[in-house]
Structure formats: structure tokens, C-alpha cells
């Protein structure tokens, strides 16, 4: 049970990561990418490129691998595993999406901005 936890969220972290990497491989190395948008849809910071790609992949496995290797502090009874896994899905489901609108952002910044 407890495998099976860390391997999906291995899984959804992996995903996110080849993300970043395949959206890394179309940007200069020295590029800075936005992080955050105002309310007028302009950028108000930047990160440099590696940071920016990097970090929903790190946040990701920093709440998804303790969140599956908390199921080694006690045996699961069948209905807790099935909403202990549900909540699992949800939170993977839940980083790769907004790495994929973070980087949907990003591309369509670069595409307005002629980047």
C-alpha cells in the first residue's frame, strides 16, 4: 500500500518535471520567466529561468512524498485508504495542473511580448 502511495507520487512529481523540461528546451539559459501576474495581465516578477521551471516540481514533491510516506505511521483500514489515495490523486492532479497553467501563462507572455 504504502509503495504504491510513493510510487504515484513519484509519478505525478515526474510529470511535472518533464514538463519543465520540455518547455526548458525552447528557452535561453539566461531568460527570466514571469511567476506572478498583476491584475492587468502584466508580470510583476521574474525568475531566472532554472528557478521558475523548478519550483511547482520541488513544492510538488515536497507535499506529495510525505503525504504518501504518512501512510507508514498505521495500517489503513479500506475506506481510509480509498479517501487516503483519493486526497493523494487529487493534490498530483491538482500540481500538475497549475504547472500547466503556469506554463501556459508563460508561453503566451513570450508569444505577447515577441520573446
Known sequence: MTMFALF??????????????RAA?????????PMQWGFDGR??????????????PVLAALTL????????????????????????????LAWVGAHALHLRLVARWRRSEGV
Open 43 to 56: 508580470p510583476t516578477w521574474r525568475a531566472p529561468r532554472d528557478v521558475a521551471l523548478s519550483f511547482i
Open 8 to 21: 504515484l507520487a513519484l509519478v505525478f512529481v515526474a510529470v511535472s518535471a518533464a514538463m519543465s523540461w
Open 65 to 92: 512524498v510525505p503525504t504518501a510516506l504518512a501512510s507508514l505511521l498505521g495500517p489503513l483500514e479500506s475506506a481510509d485508504a480509498r479517501r487516503y489515495f483519493g486526497v493523494l490523486i487529487v493534490m498530483g
Open 25 to 33: 528546451r525552447g528557452l535561453p539559459r539566461d531568460m527570466r520567466l
